[in-house]
Each structure stands twice: as structure tokens, then as C-alpha cells.
């Protein structure tokens, strides 16, 4: 099991109390996926992207408790801030509570990078096994969701990018930094997966490329980098 930093440790274990104080029975499980789970947690930085398995369907006045959990918790614990869902393991394609950066409210989780990472690299902070879990996602459809992302976002992205590239010369450096960072380290992640079928790290995905693509390219992927 990844080590849990100690800053993650107390607001999970603050999450924990306040949630069994107030909704007593309500945590049947609570997992933790995202960068936490592939190493590349940054002190500081990173987000502590988690699943909670209910006992039970969420009722509008749970929703309400909850909100005001996290949002007294966002203000308690700066950083790391939590971001998660709610599910009950047998509706994960029904729409569900989710907490994101000071949003609550509800949505249909169905992407398969979640429920891959979370089966395969989840930690387990309370409940069965993540291993364990009867989710039914496989590494093909893991593959499947990514090639269609390259295929429509990322190819959509890139066209719009091509129809104004004049103008991008005129764009702040720190922006063009981010981009630079996003686009090429996002997509290594996915030629990775879809080489390896496994999930890493963007750092470790520019890594990759290093190894495996045309020297040509070095340059580029050290400064996102």
C-alpha cells in the first residue's frame, strides 16, 4: 500500500470524524485513486481525489450535511482539499453526489479511468479491498475511453489550435507554459496507456517518451517537463 503523507492522513481522519458524528453508519467504504495512487502525489499541490461507498442512497438532507463537511473542511484544511463522489456499488451508472473545489451536486461518474484506477491502484482507507470491489470496468474499455478522447477531444483541440495558431505568438509565456505542459505530458499519458495499458504519472509519462519516441521530440517533452 502507497504511503499516506501525513497531511492526507489528518484530513481524511478529520473527514472521517466529522462524517461519523454527523451520518453515522453512512461510510460502508472510502478509497482513494488519482495521483495519490500512481505516485505522483505533489506536497502542496496535488488534490486527494477520493470514492466514498455509501450504505445507502443519499437523501437531499445527507447532500446538505455533506456540502457543509467539505466546505468546513476546505476552509479548516487548505491544502490538500478533497474531491470525490458517492456512489452505492451496485448504481455506479446512475447520477450521484460529487464534491469538486467548493461544488456539490450531482452527475453520472461513468468514465473508465476512475473505476480502472480505483480497482487496479485504489487505496483503501476503510471497506473491503479496492481489488475487491465489484466494479465492472476492464482494461479494454479502459483503452477504448482514451483512444476516443485522442480521438475527439484532443483531436478537436488540437484543429482549433491549427485555425489561430497566428495568434498563439501573442499569448503570455506562462500560458503557453501550461498548454505546453497539459497537451504534451496529457497526451504521452495516453500514448502510454494505450502502448502499456496501465496508468502513470504525467512526469513519468514524459519519461516514457523520452525512451520510446524519435529524438526529434526530446526537446519539446523536456520542457513540459
Known amino acids: 500500500m502507497n504511503k499516506i503523507p501525513n497531511s492526507v492522513q489528518k484530513v481524511l481522519d478529520l473527514y472521517i470524524d466529522k462524517v461519523n ?15 495519490i495512487a500512481i505516485d505522483a502525489y505533489l506536497e502542496g499541490e496535488s488534490d486527494v481525489d477520493f470514492v466514498v461507498v455509501t450504505s445507502r442512497k443519499l437523501t437531499d438532507d445527507d447532500a446538505v450535511i455533506l456540502k457543509d463537511i467539505h466546505l468546513n473542511l476546505a476552509e479548516t484544511c487548505k491544502n490538500p482539499q478533497l474531491d470525490g463522489i458517492y456512489v452505492q456499488m451496485l448504481n455506479l451508472s ?9 461544488t456539490f451536486g ?16 485504489g487505496i483503501t482507507i476503510l471497506g473491503q479491498e479496492a481489488s475487491n470491489l465489484p466494479i465492472n470496468v476492464t ?12 480521438n475527439e ?18 499569448y503570455p509565456g506562462k500560458i503557453i507554459e501550461t498548454e505546453m505542459e497539459w497537451t ?11 502502448r502499456e495499458r496501465d496508468i502513470i504519472s504525467k512526469l513519468a509519462a514524459g519519461e516514457y517518451g ?8 526530446h526537446g519539446l517533452i523536456q520542457e513540459a517537463i
Open 94 to 102: 446512475e447520477e450521484s453526489y460529487f464534491y469538486n473545489e467548493g
Open 184 to 194: 504534451v505530458l496529457g497526451l504521452l499519458r495516453q500514448f502510454y496507456t494505450l
Open 153 to 170: 477531444y484532443w483531436a478537436t483541440r488540437v484543429s482549433a489550435m491549427e485555425e489561430k495558431k497566428e495568434e498563439l505568438y501573442d
Open 210 to 217: 523520452l525512451r520510446e519516441l524519435d529524438s526529434k521530440w
Open 21 to 35: 458524528k454527523e451520518l453515522s453508519g453512512l461510510l460502508e467504504g472510502l478509497y482513494l485513486h488519482g495521483s
Open 106 to 121: 450531482k452527475a453520472v461518474h461513468d468514465i473508465p479511468v476512475t473505476w480502472w484506477l480505483l480497482k487496479n491502484k
Open 139 to 150: 482494461t479494454d474499455d479502459l483503452t477504448t475511453y482514451v483512444r476516443k478522447n485522442m
